[in-house]
Each structure stands twice: as C-alpha cells, then as structure tokens.
C-alpha cells in the first residue's frame, strides 16, 4: 500500500506542512509514503485524480487530507471513482465537521492510528457535476457560508465564531428565496423558503445538526427545508437548529420539512448561493443523486462502531 499525505497549507491558522512532514520521519523505512503541499483551492482533487491515472491499478493508494472540510471535499472528489483509493481525514481546519458523524473523533488527530486504520465505506452525494462526502446547503445558509469564508480569515476567528458572524449578518439581507424541491419525483415545496440542506451526513458549519438522523452508510439523503420565517424568529431557531432538536420542537411545527429519499432537484429562477462540504458556488438548477457506498473511508485503529 502506498500512503500519500495532501497537506493544505492553508487550513485553519497554521501552515501544517513542517509539523506533518517532522512526524513523517519515524515512518521512513517503514511505509512507502509521498508528501503533497496543495497550492490552490481544488489543487487537492487534480493531484489525487493525475495520481491515480498514471499509477498502477493494481496498487492501493491512501490518500490522507490533512486540512479542513474543503480539503477532505477536494481528496474526496479526486479519489471516489476508483476502487483501489481510500480516504483518510487527519482534521486540521477550522470545521471538520464530517468527522463528527463519528461518535469518538479523537483518534483522527491521530497519524499512526490512521495509517493502521480500516476501510468503511460510506455514501457520497453527486450534486450536478460535484461530489459530496457531508452536506449540500442551498440558500441561506449558502450566503451565510460565502461570508463565513471571508470573516473566518479575521484575527481569533475559527469555524464556528465565523459560521455564527454570518449567520447573524445574512439574517439582514437573505432571508427567503424562491425554489421548487423535487424528492423523488414529488414536488413537495414550490414557494419561497429559508433554507434547504441536502445531507450525508448530520452536522455542517462547525457544529450545526441540520439532519440530526442522517447516517453515512444508509443509502438514503436526508433533506431539511426550512419555510420562511420572520427575522424575530430566527435567532431563536438558529439556536434549537444547531443543537438538531428542530425536528420536535413544537413552535416550528408546518415550518420544517424533514424527509429521506434517493433524489433531490432544487430549482430557483436564479442563480442562488449553495456550499458543498464548506466549497461554495452559486447555480440555479442543482440535481442531487446518492452514491451508495461509493467511498473507502479510513476508521482509526482502534474505533469501536
């Protein structure tokens, strides 16, 4: 088996690359392992796809994404189509909220238990021409993730303080937006909403439980569609959302709907602000389909499921 570290400089408040590269040298001799220094956002995706298509498939390649979640995003969308490719995340951004799905994350700080781990495989989401290994978020919560991206790089910010600041900013400009959801083949909102995520997993924006039952390996997405709701009202379901007691919080009763299918289309009448796994673009017809299975994600050593 072949290691390969795809280190984002970038990440969090700290160029990790040294740090790693020094906790690499016990290995020497070892594991056969290389080391990659990302230089841009979806550098990560290119390396890790070129790398797999001019090396031999009979070889196993783990590939570790050393960063935050856009950086595990980008490993994930160059590894996922082949078989003999695995992913490990070692946690070193602002977020890492996949992580999260994991009942005890400790032992993902943790190299030499990753490097023993274990496959599991999980889903993934295709949304459109992308991959997704956590969330889909459209709407609100795409505006409130643009500003995220710009306020987390101030002084003594991290993901969750930065999450928090643009939340409360957007909740002054993007309140609602038009959009037809479609699950299924049934079109079960076509008004003006808040917010929908799209989930593989349960909790998004440094610590939000948006889809407080989604599981990684059931083969089912969760969608959450917030309605509109009045600017006096949304501090206090911000509140109960991050804690994911939304689903049986009786104020918001008629103003949530929370399903599980295999396929989604949102479509707006214009370009709209969504992030995939933290990465944001903005589009105005997204189609949303499961990946069964369709990734070999590293457990640390050690993990009890």
């Known amino acids: ?76 969308n160059g590894a996922y189509a082949f078989e003999n490719a695995e992913v490990a995340c070692y946690p070193s951004g602002s977020g890492n909220d996949f992580i999260k799905n994991f009942k005890n994350d400790d032992g993902f700080r943790n190299l030499e238990r990753l490097i023993h781990g274990k496959v599991k495989k ?71 909403g808040l917010l929908i995520a799209v989930a593989n997993g349960h909790t998004y924006g440094g610590g939000y439980k948006c889809a407080p039952e989604s599981k990684v390996d059931d083969g089912l997405i969760d969608v959450c569609l917030i309605k509109k709701i009045s600017r006096f009202s949304a501090p206090s379901l911000m509140s109960v959302y991050k804690k994911g007691e939304h689903l049986t919080n009786k104020k918001l009763t008629g103003k949530i709907i929370y399903k599980k299918c295999r396929h989604v289309i949102i479509e707006s009448p214009a370009p709209v602000a969504y992030a995939i796994d933290g990465e944001v673009f903005r589009e105005g017809y997204i189609d949303i389909t499961i990946l069964p299975l369709a990734l070999n994600f590293i457990l640390p050593e050690g993990y009890v499921e």
């Not at 088996?1 to 070892?30: C, Q, W």
């Not at 080391?35 to 070129?50: L, P, S």
């Not at 909740?171 to 959801?181: A, Q």
């Open 1 to 76: 088996m072949k290691h390969i570290f795809v280190i984002n400089p970038n990440a969090g408040k700290k160029d990790r690359f040294e740090e790693i590269s020094d906790l690499l040298k016990k290995y020497d001799g070892i594991i056969d392992y290389e080391v990659y220094k990302t230089t841009c956002k979806g550098d990560g995706r290119e390396y890790v796809r070129n790398y797999l298509l001019t090396h031999p498939k009979e070889e196993t390649y783990r590939f570790y994404a050393i960063g935050g979640d856009g950086s595990l995003h980008d490993v994930v």
């Open 122 to 192: 999980v889903d993934l989401l295709k949304a459109n021409d992308k991959v997704s290994i956590n969330i889909f978020n459209y709407g609100f919560d795409g505006e409130v993730t643009f500003k995220m991206h710009r306020i987390k790089r101030w002084p003594l910010m991290n993901g969750k303080s930065a999450y928090n600041v643009a939340a409360v900013s957007s909740l002054l400009f993007n309140m609602s937006t038009k959009m037809k959801v479609t699950l299924d083949d049934e079109v079960v909102f076509d008004d003006k």
